[in-house]
């Protein structure tokens, strides 16, 4: 079965650089979540996109932004990047039309800010 | 505020032994509840859920919980565990606002060894 795709799965950035992480979810889902998850630390909720429209929001920094397009895809982008944002990031996918919009986690995007 | 706990950090376990992982759960609603689990590196898979209905919720690779209501918590379990069940383990509460798109609330995890 087809699954959250993400690109790059691996980027390294410089102090005040931006990134760009893109996200494919599963076919037919229609709904979109980022995640962060720091070294030894579980996953911290940023922002999720249902239908091109931001529907929750956590903990994402003012630095970050992202949105969903028309074919669903997603892109979180990062600017003025600071070593802390070295993290795992996860997006997930799910189907809001579903009973109990499960999310389903791609297997994530290491960034490493030198 | 929804908030998960996770009370074991760490658990080492037999092979073949049998394995409780807690999970207690804070939360103003009917919740929805998982555990994923997450080998080094690599992304989240999701082992169960549960959102209404049996209390007992069978999941991939052997693995069942329990939502206990009266005790806020969801219990996973695993009769005998197999060497490559070693990973961490996290249980997350989901939203049922009604809106939909809600993000998870992870607990800390629970490392996981399994001894030969």
């Known amino acids: 079965a087809a699954g959250v795709i993400q690109s790059p799965r691996h980027l390294i950035k410089e102090k005040r650089e931006t990134a760009t992480l893109k996200c494919y979810p599963i076919p037919r889902h229609d709904t979109v979540y980022w995640y962060q998850q720091g070294p030894g630390q579980d996953p911290q909720f940023l922002i999720s996109f249902y239908e091109k429209m931001q529907s929750d929001k956590g903990s994402i920094p003012d630095r970050f932004s992202a949105q969903q397009f028309s074919d669903y895809h997603s892109e979180l982008n990062m600017s003025s990047l600071e070593l802390g944002d070295s993290a795992l990031y996860f997006c997930?996918?799910?189907?809001?039309?579903?009973?109990?919009?499960?999310?389903?986690f791609g297997p994530g995007t290491r960034l490493t800010v030198l | 505020a929804q908030s998960v706990t996770q009370p074991d950090i760490h658990i080492t376990v037999s092979e073949g032994a049998s394995l409780e992982l807690r999970c207690n759960y804070s939360y103003g609603a009917t919740p929805y509840l998982f555990w994923y689990v997450q080998s080094p590196g690599q992304g989240l898979q999701l082992l169960l859920k549960y959102f209404s209905g049996d209390t007992l919720v069978q999941g991939i690779k052997g693995f069942e919980a329990e939502f206990k209501r009266s005790q806020s918590s969801f219990n996973l379990r695993k009769p005998s565990v197999h060497w490559s069940d070693a990973a961490e383990y996290f249980c997350a509460v989901g939203g049922n606002s009604g809106g939909g798109a809600d993000g998870l609330t992870f607990g800390k995890g629970t490392h996981l060894i399994i001894q030969p």
């Open positions: 997930a996918s799910s189907s809001i039309r579903t009973i109990t919009d499960t999310q389903y």
